[in-house]
């Protein structure tokens, strides 16, 4: 007999996906999906989201094998439903012919070719590089899309603050009082997981979670005109973005594993963005500095970077620690952890 209420904690991109395939399972059962940004701000809303498989290869290794599958089932999912907010269109990696990391992208890329413009943006030097297939994602307007095919959800703009099991379930409560009741749970909480370990019983999954970390990441971003199509040009690890569906240009990011405040990396945001205008032919095609915003959020680093889904105790079931590959590791997820539930 199929449960009454499922309950998912959490508003990222796990939480979506895993509501998405809960309601595909559970056509009759009321889902609630409890989140918000007020207290603690996830990471999905803040994030360049480009999908890219950039030369990761199967067979070499359990992370990218991971990565490989989780890329080929969001192009599945991206060919069967034509999602709104995401852009089909590719990443140009780049590295200098004799600059010191150049066997390091040989090695994962190939030899490449020589490139001195891009989608007709000259470049300030002939670079080595090739193309990849790429999906530039808008959260928001990817998330407005996806909550419109639910038929079964309803979501609480609340911040989760107790859960307690009972014999039939578990009693959710949040910061205003209110309190829920589901039969089964979904713990979709990004870095905030860990506020949920009393819950985990299984050896693996509380061993996994114990050892993951917040790890904070900042970009820059700015509304600008561009004279191309969107794109994602890589020039060594610094990023040049331009999301085509709503007009912005990004560049980053940075990584630190420190996320007690969410204060931006700016002397490295500003050495990533001279290394752009540093590219450009003619660097006045980006928008000065002073309109530019940082953007800053803490993803959930998995142990050896690898994502974890699967049961946590009874009637009680995770997906986290997605990291830097959250829009491709959460169809995966999602997909394998509902398909697993009886």
Request: a neutral charge; charged letters at 25%; aromatic letters at 12%.
């Amino acid at each position: 007999m199929n449960p009454k209420t499922l309950i998912i904690i959490g508003n990222g991109i796990a939480s979506w996906r895993v509501n998405a395939e809960l309601e595909k399972k559970f056509v009759d059962t009321k889902i609630i999906r409890i989140g918000t940004d007020e207290f603690a701000p996830g990471c999905s809303f803040r994030s360049t989201a480009v999908n890219c498989l950039r030369g990761t290869k199967k067979n070499i290794s359990r992370l990218g094998d991971l990565i490989v599958d989780s890329h080929l089932e969001f192009e599945s999912f991206y060919q069967e439903n034509a999602p709104h907010g995401v852009d089909k269109t590719y990443e140009w990696q780049l590295w200098d012919q004799n600059g010191e990391n150049r066997d390091k992208w040989e090695k994962r890329y190939g030899p490449g070719g020589e490139i001195d413009e891009v989608d007709g943006i000259k470049l300030s030097h002939k670079f080595q590089g090739c193309q990849s297939p790429a999906y530039l994602i808008n959260p928001e307007l990817f998330y407005r899309w996806q909550v419109q095919q639910f038929q079964n959800t309803e979501y609480l703009n609340e911040f989760v603050t107790e859960v307690n099991r009972k014999d039939s379930g578990f009693l959710v409560k949040t910061h205003n009082g209110l309190e829920v009741f589901g039969e089964k749970l979904f713990i979709c909480g990004g870095y905030l997981s860990h506020n949920f370990m009393d819950l985990v019983e299984d050896g693996l999954a509380k061993d996994y979670l114990q050892r993951c970390k917040p790890v904070r990441g900042s970009f820059m971003s700015s509304k600008a005109a561009w004279p191309g199509k969107g794109l994602s040009l890589a020039v060594g690890s610094s990023h040049l973005i331009f999301r085509e569906s709503d007009q912005t240009l990004m560049i980053g990011s940075t990584s630190e594993n420190n996320s007690a405040l969410q204060v931006p990396m700016q002397n490295e945001l500003e050495m990533i963005y001279q290394k752009i205008l540093g590219a450009l032919k003619d660097p006045r095609i980006l928008p000065p500095r002073e309109m530019w915003t940082i953007v800053n959020g803490v993803r959930h680093k998995g142990v050896k970077r690898e994502p974890f889904w699967g049961e946590l105790s009874p009637n009680c079931h995770g997906v986290f620690g997605l990291y830097k590959n959250a829009f491709s590791f959460s169809f995966l997820a999602a997909k394998k952890l509902v398909e697993a539930l009886s």
